[in-house]
C-alpha cells in the first residue's frame, strides 16, 4: 500500500526565492508524514506563537472534538411585519481569553489544513441540534459555508444526514455563501446549490457588492435572498454613493424576485433610510447583538415591535 504526502509553501507568503520556498515545504511534508492529514501548508511557528502546548491546528481539532466552540445567533427581522426571519448562527470561541486567534482567523486556517470538513459538520450538527431542542415552532437558522464546502458534491448528503437524525425540516436552514464563492468554479457550485435548492434548503448571497458575481450566475441559482455587505449599509445616512449602491442592489434583487437583507444596521437614520428604499430584512447592532442560546428564547417573547425598534434595544 502506498502512502502520499505533501508538503505546500506558497510565494511570496512562506518565501521569497526557491531555496526558501523548498526549505519551508520540506518542513511541512516533515509535518504531513507525522500528521493525521496527508497535505500540510508551511507553518511559521514564529509568526503564530504556541497555543497552550498544541501546534494551532492541533488546538482546532482540539477545540471541535472537546466541545470547546459555540453558536451564537443574531435575529434577522422583517421590516413590513417586524417578526424574525431566521437567527444567523455565527462561530465563537467558548473562552476566547485561551485563544491567541480570531475566528476569522481559525477558519482560514481551518480551510488551509484540510479541516473545514469536521469544522463545517460541527456547525451544521449544532445549528441542527439547536433547532430541534428548540420550543420555539419552526425557528430557522442560518449557517455560513466554506468555499471549500460548495466543491464537496456530498455536502447535501452530508446535510441531509444531520436532518434526519435531528428531524429538521430543510425550511428551517437557511445556506449563507459570499458571492466571490460562486466565481470560483461556478458550475461545480451551482451544482450543489442546486441541489441544496431542491432539497429544500433557503439560500442567501452574502456580502453581496463585495465580489463580482456574475448576474447569469444569480439567475441561474436558487437564490431567495441578497444580503447586502455591512460596508454598504454602516454609513447612508450620510453618504450618498453608499445610498445609491444600497437602493440600486435594493431594486435590482426585487426584479430578480428576491428579499434584500442589510447587515450592519446600527443607527435609527440608517433603518428608517432602508425602510423608504422598500428594504425586506434588517440585521445589526440597532435589532440586535448576536444572543447566547439562552437569551434567544427571551427575545422571541418580546416582538420586535415598530416602538421598540424606534427605541433601540
Keep these: 500500500m502506498l502512502n502520499a504526502y505533501f508538503g505546500i509553501a506558497l510565494y511570496p507568503d512562506h518565501a521569497g526565492d526557491a531555496a ?4 519551508n515545504a520540506s518542513s511541512a511534508l516533515v509535518t504531513a508524514e507525522s500528521s493525521e492529514w496527508p497535505i500540510q501548508f508551511y507553518r511559521d511557528a514564529s509568526k503564530y506563537g504556541d497555543t497552550s502546548g498544541f501546534t494551532m491546528i492541533q488546538a482546532l481539532r482540539r477545540a471541535i472534538d472537546h466541545d470547546e466552540l459555540k453558536l451564537v445567533f443574531q435575529p434577522v427581522v422583517d421590516m413590513q411585519s417586524y417578526d424574525t426571519i431566521y437567527l444567523e448562527a455565527l462561530l465563537r470561541w467558548k473562552d476566547p481569553g485561551k485563544h491567541d486567534i480570531s475566528i476569522d482567523q481559525t477558519i482560514r ?3 488551509q489544513n484540510q479541516l473545514i470538513k469536521p469544522l463545517t459538520n460541527w456547525i451544521i450538527e449544532s445549528a441542527c441540534q439547536f433547532v430541534s431542542q428548540s420550543d420555539l415552532g419552526e425557528i430557522a437558522v442560518g449557517i455560513n459555508l466554506s468555499m471549500i464546502d460548495l466543491h464537496d458534491r456530498r455536502l447535501p448528503e452530508r446535510i441531509e444526514t444531520y436532518f434526519k437524525q435531528y428531524r429538521v425540516k430543510p ?3 437557511v445556506i449563507e455563501i459570499t458571492e466571490g ?3 470560483q468554479e461556478p458550475d461545480e457550485v451551482i451544482e450543489v446549490l442546486s441541489h ?3 432539497m429544500g434548503l433557503s439560500l442567501s448571497i452574502d ?10 450566475y444569480l439567475k441561474e441559482l436558487p437564490v431567495e435572498k441578497l444580503k447586502i455587505d455591512q460596508s454598504f449599509v454602516r454609513d447612508i445616512a450620510s453618504n450618498s454613493d453608499d445610498q445609491l449602491i444600497v437602493k440600486a442592489t435594493i431594486e435590482l434583487a426585487h426584479t430578480l424576485d428576491m428579499k434584500v437583507v442589510a ?10 433610510l432602508l425602510a423608504e428604499m422598500n428594504c425586506d430584512h434588517v440585521q445589526g447592532y440597532y435589532i440586535s447583538r448576536p444572543l447566547e442560546v439562552d437569551q434567544v428564547a427571551d427575545w422571541f417573547e418580546v416582538s420586535v415591535r415598530p416602538d421598540l425598534v424606534r427605541k433601540g434595544r
Design 181 to 183: 464563492q460562486i466565481m
Design 207 to 216: 456580502d453581496f457588492g463585495t465580489g463580482q458575481a456574475s448576474l447569469t
Design 109 to 111: 486556517l481551518a480551510e
Design 20 to 23: 526558501g520556498l523548498y526549505e
Design 171 to 173: 425550511a428551517q436552514i
Design 196 to 198: 441544496l435548492g431542491v
Design 263 to 272: 447587515e450592519g444596521v446600527e443607527t435609527l437614520a440608517v433603518f428608517d
